[in-house]
């Protein structure tokens, strides 16, 4: 994949919005959104409240953005994951078998970041069809979860009926899951309702091959 090449002063620009969603997130996770000033956010990334302002409107502006940036991490990871996971094995791996692994990476990552699960809260869907918008020299071109699903399936020689719907509502098992789930224990345990999860998505995606 291409690099995307960033000068001084756009890796200079970077690095300011980067520090200030990192404090953002920081302060969000710990003492809440409400809670959370400007100011705080500012002084906490080493940069004036004036700054802040050139990136983001106002407090909740830098919370979507974090909420975009963060389910679509979780995405690129699991993406990442399952590719790691083909190449290194000789076992062959349905469609079915490949959004079960996905599936399983988000559930398990959630399920031990539950700062992270909290603070995204519903949004989980926030990621799907987005990448991160700033890049540096050191990282390689991304794409997003449906580009990737898309190529997936073309590799594999299958095609979904309703993609769009289908990639969707299996996001929203996995995010409905998470936050009843992980979060409350409701309506059962996290590790009694993964097989279940698993069955549902496997009826899916079987289901919608054209």
């Given at each position: 994949?291409?690099?995307?090449?960033?000068?001084?002063?756009?890796?200079?620009?970077?690095?300011?919005?980067?520090?200030?969603?990192?404090?953002?997130?920081?302060?969000?996770?710990?003492?809440?959104?409400?809670?959370?000033?400007?100011?705080?956010?500012?002084?906490?990334a080493?940069?004036?409240?004036?700054?802040?302002?050139?990136?983001?409107?106002?407090?909740?502006?830098i919370?979507?953005?974090?909420?975009?940036?963060?389910?679509?991490?979780?995405?690129?990871?699991?993406?990442?994951?399952?590719?790691?996971?083909?190449?290194?094995?000789?076992?062959?791996?349905?469609?079915?078998?490949?959004?079960?692994?996905?599936?399983?990476?988000?559930?398990?990552?959630?399920?031990?970041?539950?700062?992270?699960?909290?603070?995204?809260?519903?949004?989980l869907?926030?990621?799907?069809?987005?990448?991160?918008?700033?890049?540096?020299?050191?990282?390689?071109?991304?794409?997003?979860?449906?580009?990737?699903t898309?190529?997936?399936?073309?590799?594999?020689g299958?095609?979904?009926?309703?993609?769009?719907?289908?990639?969707?509502?299996?996001?929203?098992?996995?995010?409905?899951?998470?936050?009843?789930?992980?979060?409350?224990?409701?309506?059962?345990?996290?590790?009694?309702?993964?097989?279940?999860?698993?069955?549902?998505?496997?009826?899916?995606?079987?289901?919608?091959?054209?």
């Open positions: 994949m291409k690099k995307i090449k960033m000068n001084k002063i756009d890796l200079n620009k970077e690095k300011k919005k980067n520090d200030l969603l990192s404090s953002a997130y920081e302060l969000f996770t710990t003492v809440g959104v409400e809670n959370t000033t400007i100011t705080q956010i500012a002084r906490k080493n940069v004036g409240k004036g700054t802040f302002y050139l990136y983001f409107q106002d407090k909740y502006d919370r979507n953005a974090l909420i975009s940036i963060k389910t679509n991490e979780i995405f690129q990871e699991a993406m990442k994951s399952l590719n790691d996971y083909c190449s290194h094995t000789s076992e062959k791996l349905s469609v079915s078998d490949k959004f079960i692994y996905i599936t399983d990476y988000i559930i398990t990552k959630l399920s031990k970041d539950i700062a992270l699960l909290k603070y995204i809260s519903k949004n869907s926030w990621g799907l069809y987005s990448t991160p918008a700033f890049q540096s020299d050191e990282k390689e071109e991304l794409i997003d979860f449906k580009t990737f898309m190529s997936m399936l073309e590799k594999d299958v095609s979904l009926k309703n993609f769009d719907m289908t990639i969707f509502t299996i996001v929203e098992l996995i995010n409905s899951t998470c936050y009843n789930v992980i979060l409350n224990g409701d309506p059962i345990t996290f590790s009694d309702y993964k097989p279940y999860l698993f069955r549902c998505i496997r009826l899916i995606i079987n289901d919608s091959i054209a």
